[in-house]
């Protein structure tokens, strides 16, 4: 089994930054794609960013030029900095790594 551990959420203004951090621990494995996805209520949870094994990244149109995700194979970790936090950012954000981890989520809202 794999645990998945995000921290970081938070509230913040219109305009202002946050930096999610997931840590993997357990039966980790190899090393993997993950992605950090967000839900909010009443919709689908849907990916926003994903990295490779190699450090390519992918965005979601909307994150695209404001969120920058990363990781540190040596600490099993993945993060997800955001900036020029929108109130339509605001989500529940989760932790995924193949194939079918979670981790239990980080709320963030953005709100004057």
């Known amino acids: 089994q794999v645990q998945l551990v995000e921290s970081g959420g938070g509230l913040v203004q219109p305009g202002g930054s946050l930096r999610l951090s997931c840590v993997a621990s357990?039966?980790?494995?190899?090393?993997?794609?993950m992605g950090w996805y967000r839900q909010t209520p009443g919709s689908q949870r849907d990916w926003a960013a994903l990295?490779?094994?190699?450090?390519?990244?992918k965005y979601k149109d909307s994150v695209k030029d404001r969120f920058t995700i990363s990781r540190d194979n040596a600490k099993n970790a993945v993060y997800l900095q955001m900036n020029s936090l929108k109130s339509e950012d605001t989500a529940t954000y989760y932790c995924?790594?193949?194939?079918?981890?979670w981790g239990q989520g980080t709320q963030v809202t953005v709100s004057s």
């Open positions: 995924y790594k193949p194939t079918d981890y």
């Open positions: 357990g039966n980790v494995g190899s090393i993997t794609s």
């Open positions: 990295i490779g094994t190699t450090g390519s990244t």
